[in-house]
């Protein structure tokens, strides 16, 4: 189950109604799958896809999604430091970025127009949809792998806009300690 951590505020919520609720305040949209679907976590692309094909329909029919793809990242990805960079810096797409997490974990840091910027630690079971417009960043756990499903209304839509605010270097936990809080891998708060 997901971790969200309002960093100002030094607060984390691990519950799922209060991150749902906690969370549609900030414009992000979450939910809690289970059971999933038994997949072999090196399944194929395309068994998880069947696997998951109701959810995928009934996602697109709710947000006009057209596609959905699986992302499959980790240590061992040509090119990974690269990808990492691109995404972890502050962004916003002009469609939504739509997220169920397969296997792995995943940091998204939400920074909403109005409040205190926000970490959601996403693993397994986790689906969230970031709308259109919404600054944010991502980056990968310690472990350095993540498996998802994503959705798309249009994958030229999906391009980073960077802000070069440099929110992101304020902010970089690698992922949720045994506290709940997050370990920094450079600034402390």
């Not at 990492?84 to 916003?92: G, I, M, T």
């Not at 993540?146 to 690698?174: K, N």
Request: glycine fraction near 8%.
């Amino acid at each position: 189950m997901a971790l969200v951590t309002i960093l100002d505020e030094n607060k984390t919520l691990g519950e799922s109604k209060a991150i749902a609720a906690y969370l549609e305040t900030c414009g992000i949209n979450y939910e809690r799958w289970e059971p999933a679907h038994p997949v072999a976590a090196d399944a194929p692309a395309e068994e998880i896809l069947r696997a998951y094909a109701s959810e995928i329909e009934e996602l697109k029919v709710r947000g006009g999604y057209v596609t959905a793809d699986v992302i499959d990242v980790g240590p061992e990805t040509p090119g990974l430091e690269a990808m990492l960079a691109k995404f972890n810096r502050e962004h916003w797409h002009d469609e939504d970025e739509v997220r169920f997490i397969i296997s792995g974990r995943g940091l998204f840091h939400i920074h909403p127009q109005a409040g205190p910027i926000v970490a959601i630690e996403v693993e397994a079971g986790d689906l969230i949809r970031v709308p259109r417009g919404t600054r944010h960043w991502f980056n990968l756990c310690r472990d350095r792998r993540i498996r998802a499903i994503r959705l798309f209304q249009d994958m030229a839509g999906w391009t980073p806009h960077y802000t070069d605010s440099r929110a992101e270097e304020i902010f970089q936990p690698v992922c949720f300690g045994a506290s709940g809080f997050p370990l920094h891998a450079g600034n402390e708060l």
